[in-house]
């Protein structure tokens, strides 16, 4: 086997091993050769396939080869060959493919090109950086792998390795660990259909509970300050300091919700007491059982006709950032692009992390203005919870799990006799609701 030149590099503190790609083309990965005595290959040369296309993980996993061999006195000769049919990593490969063919058909409709080639190189990155390597480096008989060996992987291997996750010593997160069990069943399912075995074994469940995320509101001081950073920057930053406003009164996730908003989503109806009430038809919510609209307080109505609505005046403009370098990239990227400009800013102030109540380092992305604003909501007297979390597309029960402990012990005592009054009753309404609490 020959090497591309332009790929061969040294494996430093190996002797004369070298890591390269074939010369033929016949495989992306990079392979490594290690001499070896001639008496136990003829060639004086071992070859082996790395499985990675990255250079660096490479250069790792051949030290680790060399050691194997020279050290350790091993040879890939050593051990059984298994078959290419029954290698972990070949239903892993076809699990991978079928991933870019589904990314690529999204491109121009749901995401972009860069979005989806990311997402891929992320699936490559788990098979070859952790999944492969726990499973022999992707030679494991598929056949011969256990119960236990997948327990092992998913409850034990992934906790507890440092994978090289920045300021992380470990990998505990259950959502990341449900995201790999998927990943695995698919491989099973792939022999399967391949008939290689004749049925998907039993995953093993994931050990530990699933972390929730609370993210922490800022305060109005902070806010306020975040607001004439932005103010300095131009017309973007006059149109990223309404978009704060807007999402402190009006209860939408930072996200596609307010992305996709139109005017036409947008209705200014009569109210007896108020004059005019803003009425927002959501285009997109993240919990579609629960679509209702939104009753906007009088504050976001000003908001609306006398800063959005004057800038983007036009039935089918976007209320925010309707400006055609930023609606002709997917929404995804303006999401992203969005964020990451808040992110800036409320580091640059130094707002971004802090300690919570629990001694962990936690961060505050756009996101936190939903909190913020639910705490205020919440701080009203006499406020109605149900109300307030119809509104906001949640329930009653999040509003008081995330933000009662905010509250001193007689306010937590207080929406605790308001959630569980005329329970046990037996009787339910299930009749539309109307908001009872005053527009303000």
């Not at 090109?113 to 950086?129: F, K, V, W, Y």
Request: aromatic content about 10%.
């Amino acid at each position: 086997m020959k090497f591309k030149k332009s790929s061969i590099r040294v494996v430093k503190n190996c002797g004369k091993t070298t890591i390269g790609k074939r010369e033929d083309n016949k495989s992306p990965n990079y392979y490594v050769k290690v001499l070896v005595e001639k008496d136990k290959v003829s060639s004086g040369r071992i070859f082996e396939s790395l499985e990675t296309r990255n250079q660096s993980m490479a250069l790792l996993k051949a030290v680790k080869v060399y050691e194997r061999i020279k050290i350790q006195g091993k040879t890939k000769y050593d051990k059984p060959i298994v078959a290419p049919d029954k290698r972990i990593d070949v239903y892993g490969h076809q699990v991978l493919e079928d991933f870019s063919k589904r990314q690529h058909s999204k491109v121009g409709i749901h995401k972009s090109s860069l979005e989806a080639n990311t997402e891929i190189r992320q699936l490559e990155g788990r098979l070859d950086n952790i999944v492969y390597p726990f499973f022999d480096n992707g030679k494991k008989d598929i056949t011969t792998i256990t119960y236990e060996d997948l327990d092992k992987f998913l409850n034990k291997y992934l906790p507890t390795e440092n994978l090289g996750h920045r300021n992380r010593n470990t990998f505990r997160g259950y959502k990341t660990r449900k995201g790999y069990r998927y990943l695995i069943t698919n491989i099973f399912k792939k022999a399967q259909i391949a008939k290689v075995i004749d049925s998907v074994p039993v995953i093993p469940e994931l050990t530990g509970e699933q972390e929730k995320r609370e993210w922490e509101p800022y305060t109005q001081e902070q806010i306020c300050k975040i607001r004439d950073e932005f103010r300095k920057q131009g017309e973007f930053g006059k149109e990223m300091n309404d978009l704060i406003n807007f999402l402190l009164f009006v209860p939408l996730r930072s996200g596609k919700e307010w992305i996709f908003l139109q005017n036409k989503h947008m209705s200014v109806q009569s109210h007896i007491k108020e004059g005019k009430v803003l009425v927002i038809e959501i285009p997109h919510r993240k919990i579609n059982t629960k679509r209702q609209n939104i009753i906007c307080k009088n504050i976001a109505l000003r908001i609306y006709e006398n800063r959005l609505k004057k800038r983007n005046p036009n039935p089918e403009d976007y209320i925010f950032f309707n400006q055609p370098e930023n609606r002709k990239i997917q929404p995804q990227q303006l999401q992203k692009r969005i964020n990451r400009y808040f992110k800036l800013v409320s580091k640059k102030l130094g707002f971004y992390r802090l300690t919570n109540e629990e001694g962990f380092e936690v961060t505050r992305p756009l996101y936190s203005l939903r909190p913020t604003q639910f705490i205020e909501d919440v701080s009203v007297p006499n406020a109605d919870y149900e109300e307030i979390a119809r509104n906001g597309n949640t329930s009653k029960e999040m509003i008081v799990h995330r933000y009662a402990k905010r509250y001193s012990k007689f306010k937590v005592s207080e929406i605790y006799d308001k959630l569980n009054k005329g329970r046990g009753s037996g009787n339910r309404s299930h009749t539309n609701h109307t908001l009872k609490k005053k527009v303000r």
